[in-house]
DNA sequence: CGAGAATACATTGTACACAATTAAACATTA
DNA sequence: TAATGTTTAATTGTGTACAATGTATTCTCG
């Protein structure tokens, strides 16, 4: 007969080694300081470049589409996408056909740094030591998690 | 020949969906929201909790222990330390030893958290729906990635 | 021993994150 | 169409993160 784990520190549960979270909190803080170097040369930071990897796709979206993309709420894009508006990156302005939603636009100061930032997705790939087999299967790992948390 | 990709839009390496960072900063922030009901119930933050999960383990550790186990400096330990020393969870004071070292004792009022907190960790497993191999082989993955980049 | 290096923490300033609230515009429906 | 509800951003307040700097203490080695 089975019993659950006690409250007592014996409970290995509530070890920090055995939490799922830590690693992801962790890695997830330094996979941002190895992009750091890199980033500083745009004078970028990690959530700037997030937003200029979709522009760049893009070239236009709602403050929504990015939030959605991003899963980060106003709270955090309105600040974020104000400092980058004042680096004349982009444009903020209201939607004229719904004066809810505000349209992003990459400005030709945004474009200019793709072509600055497109060797960093391969210097990070090499930068992890990981093949490609192994790579795909985190991402399906990650992948799995994303959809069971959303 | 092979070409390295260019710096246009085509470039899918620049692409969002493309980079294995975005999945690894997304789930860290899901997992924490996924959290945030049990924490909320103990008035603690993610952070806070991680520091109480080393304190339940060990009753007593240095500033510098608890930064090398959760990569985090001074900068956001000692407010973060601070708050918890004003709830009485938690005591700070100079090691007479070496005055240079702030050792961090658990507290009564912290340690009677530990009973309310010891069914987290099965909430969440079972939150993400993986199987014990899957959970295993993911592990592994985030064991390497967190030797790689440190 | 004593000067300079190294260590441990605190402080300062900037930039996220995010919950909660507010406000304006739009949609719905009775 | 007018009242009600929904959507979209902005705002406010709190709490991390982290680089850079400051400061007191300890170590090291000539």
Redesign the pocket.
């Known amino acids: 007969m089975m019993h659950p784990p006690t409250s007592s520190a014996k409970n290995s549960l509530l070890k920090l080694e055995n939490q799922l979270c830590f690693p992801f ?1 962790a890695v997830s ?2 996979l ?2 190895a992009y ?1 170097p890199m980033l500083q040369a745009l004078d970028l ?4 470049y ?1 937003v200029f990897l979709l522009l760049w796709e893009h070239q236009q979206l ?4 990015l ?1 959605e993309k991003l ?14 508006e004042q680096r004349q990156w982009l444009n ?1 302005r ?10 992003i636009e990459l400005l030709p100061a945004g474009r200019s740094l793709e072509a600055q930032a497109c060797a960093i997705p391969q210097h990070m790939l090499e930068r992890v030591h990981m093949s490609d087999e192994a790579i795909a299967a985190l991402r399906l790992h990650l992948t799995h998690l994303l959809t069971q948390l959303t």
Do not use: A, C, N
Request: charged residues 35%.
């Open positions: 909190y803080r330094l941002t300081k750091q930071t990690y959530p700037q997030l709602t403050v929504k589409e939030g899963l980060l709420d106003s709270g955090t894009l309105t600040p974020l996408l104000k400092r980058m903020r209201r939607d004229p056909r719904d004066e809810r939603s505000v349209i």
